[in-house]
């Protein structure tokens, strides 16, 4: 399994940004992709996750009402769409592919099907 990140960069607060999260080599239906974020010093966070077997999502209450995340099937492609973002959104944001859409870390990065790549996003005040 291969999952590429991109579409981090500077922004104000208060504006957007919209990750996305390529993936390839799935030889299973049922998965789910988990956006993670790290700042620097602070554990790794759940920010959102989408389910491939029937499009659920979980949000963090952190991010709820201002990130929207999406797939798209036809292109393979987990989007995270983030809208008004502050300061406190600042970190290294990853995909990870699970066996299910859970926001809580497992222990070890093996424990998950494949990780992208980080992709930083800098929230300015």
């Known amino acids: 399994v291969q999952l590429q990140a991109s579409g981090g960069g500077l922004v104000q607060a208060g504006g957007s940004l919209k990750l996305s999260c390529a993936a390839s080599?799935?030889?299973?239906?049922?998965?789910?992709i988990v956006w993670f974020r790290q700042a620097p010093g602070k554990e790794r966070e759940g920010v959102s996750c989408i389910s491939s077997r029937d499009g659920s999502t979980r949000y963090a209450d952190s991010v709820k009402g201002r990130f929207t995340i999406s797939s798209d099937r036809a292109k393979n492609t987990v989007y995270l769409q983030m809208n008004s973002l502050k300061p406190e959104d600042t970190a290294v944001y990853y995909c990870?592919?699970?066996?299910?859409?859970?926001?809580?870390?497992?222990?070890?990065?093996?424990?998950?099907?494949?990780w992208g790549q980080g992709t930083l996003v800098t929230g300015s005040s």
């Open positions: 990870a592919a699970d066996y299910a859409c859970s926001l809580i870390y497992g222990d070890y990065d093996d424990e998950y099907i494949g």
């Open positions: 080599g799935f030889t299973r239906n049922d998965y789910a």
